[in-house]
């Protein structure tokens, strides 16, 4: 928590790291916390006899840990396309690189993780869990939702198919720029 607390403070005091990669490092280091401080507190959880989680608590763990991951891989392909951008093209990387588009890159990332969670998180907050209180695990993960007394399939069908879509939409992109980027790199000629 440290280290992304100091980069965040670092990036934002000095004017020369107001870049599109620092501000895309900001971004991750501000989910990173966001990150612990959803799953973390949880934890103490896994040393306790009762690994519970209440009902009530359950959607809204969920929730934000679905859009902090959710919006990090999006980051991180935006980041890849960055990199991707500046190696390719390093004349023409502050004109497609602009600020506008990289705030426009940086929010995108977000609402794409918060629309992610959201659809999950909806029908997961429409699963009755009958005279339960609690969900007997250590945190709120749709598969440890079978204490519900509903059929959770198309749960795990919907989480399947938006993990893929969400997994594959972000990893293209990511093996798409290092495949450019090496290519790019191979046809430079040097002694």
Known sequence: ??????????????????????????HLSFLDLCLCSVIVPKMENLLSEVKTISVRGCPAQGFFAFTTAGTEACLLSVMACDRCAAICHPLLYGQVMRKQLCVQLAWGSWVLG???????????????????????????????LPSSCFDVSTNLVVLFCSSLLHGLGTLLPIAFSYVRIASTILTISST
């Open 1 to 26: 928590m440290t280290g992304n607390l100091m980069l965040l403070l670092v990036v934002r005091a000095d004017s020369c790291l107001h870049t599109p990669m620092c501000l895309f490092l900001s």
């Open 114 to 144: 918060f629309l992610n969670a959201l659809i999950n998180i909806l029908l997961a907050a429409n699963l009755d869990f009958c005279e339960n209180h609690a969900v007997c695990h250590h945190s709120c993960e749709v598969p440890a």
